[in-house]
């Protein structure tokens, strides 16, 4: 008899920690099942800069996220439809989530360009208008065929005013119930946003009233936008209290590795974050003896590798000696080798958050990681 | 009893064509040996573009080059050899050849810096100048430590006077003493190298007097610098005609893959060019059905590889509709895919070439090549 295959969506609590919110978990996708706690790396555009499909593989990462917005501008959801999709279109077999664009509503759109409808966003590379609306957005994700997806969302700004962010998540949530209709393969798996900005009776309502609107999967947006590191744990905090404890639970935009801690202390199953690659390109690399600033001279002439203990494809084979030589010269290869290592790394925290949570260690791995990272 | 290891320099010539002077042979080398004909990509700097050692070994690249002068500019030829040389500093475990600074002559040097002592070049990067003479060459190629190195020359530029071009070889060939004086290292092998110009005269004393000092290899410089196919062809030719059959003889900077073959009919064995991925960085790509020119609309919606009897890492993943995307993005990660699929087309080629000597039909390679690449 063949095995049943569950749903996508299904979500199984594994393990908890004896104190607190952490717990790992499974969660199901058409692509395969999803061990939490994980991080997506960022690939906005369908490819991670400088990495290929098959790098992501070998640095052990087994979950991506990219960006509808970007998508539909360039080379289009329809074009990835008629390839079949888009893990087929960049080869990637493994699960996939794609953002729905709201995160641009914050980064790239006017204020004045934000109405019931939808958002006027204006393309950073041609130029071109774009009306992003729940029903767009959810038809491009339809398109892009990604294993979790986005309701349409505004990240609101910080500051934010209260009254703004009030009538911010109002829309937001009226944009998931249109998300939610508009949402049409069973195969993928939908995640409403809860907004809020910094304001705990507002976090609460907010999660509270999305929901009520009963989706499969919550994500917490509206965080990592400039905030103080308290303010993006205390928003984290009190939306997860009104969330459901059976359903995987997403914060956007998080975080440095003692922030992924910290909020997978608190409960958090997903993440999705550009630290790991951008600290790459810019020459900060995570090791488990501590931080590396590949730039400093004093790597110059150091035969040992990124970390001692790493397996990853940089660390196997390449001296800091080497890869300082090449980030010197700002070569696209030390993008990649270095990049390879960060994920490599985040890939690697977050096996060892999960097999930590089973053994009711967390506190030990988060001493671990503020000694060796900070915060 | 373990089997005696050839000496690094030794060349057995293993077939030949029936008519013509293309062979195959087998250059012995202190990192293993190389089949002939062969390529090799150019890793000028340490790195090829985009790419890193074990991109190398995937795409089928059994023997590289880099490049003196730039090692020197940085990271410099002691702090390479305090990293036991440059096969353990890139990590490259095959053979691994260098030039000797003498193209950067011909590509940066004022004539009035030209003098019989060497040449005064200003780094283009730091603006730092640097006194090349034969000793300081081999200096910093004994330091490298690579598999082949070059005697240091003087390519001069074209169009050339032939009162230079005279002038100019008869110093090379003072240089040539010079650098076979000052090379200490025997698990080095020493090619002379051949001027000359486009003078058929001038190239037929400058490969008598060259092998008069009697190398392990020749090398035949100062073409592909402008000159027409045919006069770099009949410059070829000219030279081989001087070399000696049981040397392995290198042509320099050449070339297109129909090239390659006319050189290998006429009795060349190791070839160098940053063509194949340069090209690759342009959207040009080779294909045993044609060349592919991957800005082309035509490639959007295409879900074929580059090529479908490619076995390389980027045909054996990804349709031209991904790398056509990646390629308008100008990724670094389509610099890289695309690059590696060129690299293992002349890798293939060079395959092709060897076997079809031993099998008396390289001319029928040649129809192929001429027919799937142009000229």
């Known amino acids: 008899m063949r095995p049943s295959v569950p749903a996508p969506g299904t979500f199984a609590v594994s393990a908890r920690e004896p104190h607190g919110g952490a717990r790992c978990g499974v969660l199901e996708t058409a692509h395969g099942?999803?061990?939490?706690?994980?991080?997506?790396?960022?690939a906005s555009r369908g490819v991670l800069r400088a990495l290929d499909s098959a790098d992501l593989e070998s640095a052990g990462v087994g979950i991506i996220i990219c960006n509808a917005f970007h998508l539909a501008i360039a080379p289009g959801g329809d074009l990835i439809a008629r390839r079949g999709g888009l893990h087929r279109f960049m080869a990637w077999p493994k699960p996939l989530a794609t953002d729905s664009g709201g995160y641009q509503v914050f980064s790239l759109a006017e204020p004045r360009n934000i109405t019931e409808e939808g958002v006027r966003i204006r393309s950073p590379k041609t130029g071109e208008w774009l009306l992003l609306t729940p029903e767009r957005s959810?038809?491009?994700?339809?398109?892009?065929?990604?294993?979790?997806?986005?309701?349409?969302?505004?990240?609101?700004?910080?500051?934010?005013?209260?009254?703004?962010?009030?009538?911010?998540?109002?829309?937001?949530?009226?944009?998931?119930?249109?998300?939610?209709a508009a949402h049409r393969r069973e195969d993928q798996v939908l995640f409403g946003i809860v907004q809020g900005s910094v304001y705990p009776d507002l976090r609460a309502e907010a999660a509270e009233r999305t929901v009520a609107l009963d989706f499969p999967g919550y994500a917490i947006g509206g965080v990592s936008v400039g905030e103080s590191r308290e303010q993006m744990l205390e928003a984290v905090e009190v939306s997860l209290e009104?969330?459901?404890?059976?359903?995987?639970?997403?914060?956007?935009?998080v975080g440095t590795p003692l922030d992924l801690v910290?909020?997978?202390?608190?409960?958090?199953?997903?993440?999705?974050?550009?630290?790991?690659?951008r600290n790459a390109r810019h020459g900060l690399l995570y090791t488990w003896s501590g931080i590396v600033r590949l730039?400093?001279?004093?790597?110059?002439?150091?035969?040992?590798?990124l970390d001692e203990t790493c397996s990853c494809p940089t660390c196997r084979r390449y001296s800091r000696a080497y890869l300082h030589y090449l980030f010197r010269l700002q070569e696209a290869t030390a993008w990649r080798l270095l990049s390879l290592h960060n994920l490599h790394f985040y890939a690697e925290l977050m096996r060892r958050i999960r097999e930590a949570i089973g053994e009711g260690r967390l506190g030990e791995v988060r001493g671990e990681v503020e000694a060796v990272t900070g915060t």
């Open 33 to 42: 099942p999803v061990p939490t706690p994980a991080f997506m790396p960022c």
């Open 138 to 180: 959810m038809q491009i994700q339809n398109d892009l065929g990604a294993d979790l997806v986005m309701a349409f969302d505004e990240c609101a700004p910080f500051p934010c005013e209260k009254e703004y962010a009030r009538a911010s998540f109002e829309r937001t949530l009226r944009w998931a119930e249109r998300s939610k």
């Open 242 to 253: 009104h969330l459901p404890e059976d359903k995987p639970r997403y914060v956007m935009g």
């Open 262 to 277: 910290d909020c997978v202390m608190r409960g958090v199953d997903l993440f999705d974050c550009v630290l790991p690659t």
């Open 295 to 305: 730039s400093n001279a004093a790597h110059r002439d150091d035969d040992r590798p």
